[in-house]
Structures are given as C-alpha cells and as structure tokens.
C-alpha cells in the first residue's frame, strides 16, 4: 500500500540527507585531490643519497 501524501518531515530529513552528502561529497574531493598533488609532487619518494657500505 502506497502512501499518497508526503509528510513535511520526509521533506526536511531527505533536504539534510542531500545536504550532508553533498558535504561528505566535497570532502571526500578535497582528500583526494590533494593526494593527487602530493603524490604527483614527490613528496613520497625516499631520498636519494649516496648509498654507504
């Protein structure tokens, strides 16, 4: 059985559940973003010295 009319508290709870996902979308982003940057950057790679024996 179908429920023919939305109540305005479905309509307020799915506003913020868009709302936080989105946020948790744009975090997620800026995360991956910048170790995109760092990774391209170098940053990771051991230095590079003279080997000692």
């Known amino acids: 059985m179908a429920i023919g009319k939305r109540h ?3 309509t307020r709870r799915y506003g913020r559940n868009v709302g936080v996902g989105l946020l948790l ?3 997620i982003a800026i ?3 910048l ?5 391209t ?3 990771y790679e051991p230095p590079r010295g003279e080997v000692q024996e």
Not at 35 to 39: I, P
């Open 31 to 33: 995360i991956f973003g």
């Open 41 to 43: 950057r170098g940053d």
């Open 8 to 10: 305005e508290i479905h």
């Open 35 to 39: 170790t995109v940057v760092k990774v």
């Open 25 to 27: 979308a744009g975090f």
